[in-house]
């Protein structure tokens, strides 16, 4: 297990259960079961066919290693979170990333052999990297993936709020159908809209959401009381997640229970590009703007958004 840490530990320190504590305790014995759990959830790792960058990429055994490397190390020096499932999601956009800025090419680009033209040096740089850019982002959002996750669950208890002020007759035909945001929003949140949105509107998202953390930052610094939740990664996401269904409201007005139930779990977005998801994001900074600081508008009345 050590052997596997690789070039990830030289450059610091993965992602599903919330035992992960207890196992790790045990030693090595431990961390061959934290890296069990690793590799049986690596082959799961997924780009959306809207992506148009190709699946083989995240297959090949050079990809794959450098997230096992990245997400063993992560958790190794995370006891309290351990290794939770979704977080090899979390990191797919990081190395995506990281590949488009050494080889100079548009994501739709990437090549499943791209990895075998890099050399050793540089795909270690490019691991190291990742694996920094993942310990800055949890550790914004670390709450989500301890014990009992609070974090995901004051999320959708905000989202709830958020679609109840936006779209009350979308909350109203939900809740007349029983259906439960949670199923749903707790993937969205686990993994910050990797599996909902093809690669290049994830990044897209994720872009912004890094702008506004560090923005908010900036401001806070040295400010007693300040807030400390993220507020790219869990304020403005949670207001991007409400616009995001919102944005399919008619639709889903006009299912029932099992209709939106597999609607919810697949939606249809590969046909995405940027200007769906900056008219999303437009929307959801309007509505963080006009109910961050007042959350008690969200007791009451509807907003229209788009």
Known sequence: AAESAGSAGAGGGGATSSSAPDVLGSGA????ALLKQIRKDLPRTRLRSGSRCPAELVDTSAFQGLMERVLFVWAVRQPASGYVQGLNDVLLPLIVVGLVDESGRAIEELEAGLLNSISEERLAEI??????????????????????????????????????????????HLEAQGIDILHTAFRWITCLMVRELPMACCVRLWDTLIAESAHSAGQQRGTLGADCSSAGFEALLVYFCACFTAYFSQRLQEMDFEAITFFMQEMPTDAFDDKQVELLLGEAYVLKCLFQQAPRHLECGSVEVG
């Open 29 to 32: 014995e431990g961390e061959a």
């Open 127 to 172: 691991e190291a990297d990742c694996y920094w850019c993942l310990t800055k982002i949890l550790s914004e959002i670390f709450d989500h993936y301890t014990h009992g996750q609070p974090g995901i669950q004051r999320m959708v208890q905000r989202l709830k709020e958020i679609i109840r002020r936006i779209d009350a007759p979308l909350a109203m």
